[in-house]
Nanobody, 114 residues
Framework: QVQLVDSGGGLVQAGGSLRLSCAAS???????MAWYRQAPGDQRELVAT???????NYADSVLGRFVISRDNRKNTVYLQMNNLKPEDTAVYYC?????????WGKGTLVTVSS
């Protein structure tokens, strides 16, 4: 079992950048890691994933603007978000999966003003 703590959210103007961090309580090297987001009134959606081998995938809406990375030595996953848009406003959640068991952070709020 692993516990996740998301951080790094805040208020930023459109076009700005933020870096989210997800600190895990244990070794994450055997987990697929991901970031999801949920805007008010919307369902939670997948933003980006990174496999144990560091293969990444992105939602079309963030491709070319967001970068997911992992540092297994620090048990931390990052989401670098550039050229932020108002439609990126949401609570962002870190996710870890191993053997079909999901673990979630409590979320960090990102607000992008126009």
């Amino acid at each position: 079992q692993v516990q996740l703590v998301d951080s790094g959210g805040g208020l930023v103007q459109a076009g700005g950048s933020l870096r989210l961090s997800c600190a895990a309580s244990g070794f994450i090297g055997t987990y697929r890691m991901a970031w999801y987001r949920q805007a008010p009134g919307d369902q939670r959606e997948l933003v980006a994933t990174i496999t144990t081998g560091s293969t990444t995938n992105y939602a079309d809406s963030v491709l070319g603007r967001f970068v997911i990375s992992r540092d297994n030595r620090k048990n931390t996953v990052y989401l670098q978000m550039n050229n932020l848009k108002p439609e990126d406003t949401a609570v962002y959640y870190c996710n870890a999966v191993r053997n079909n068991v999901n673990y979630w952070g409590k979320g960090t709020l990102v607000t992008v003003s126009s």
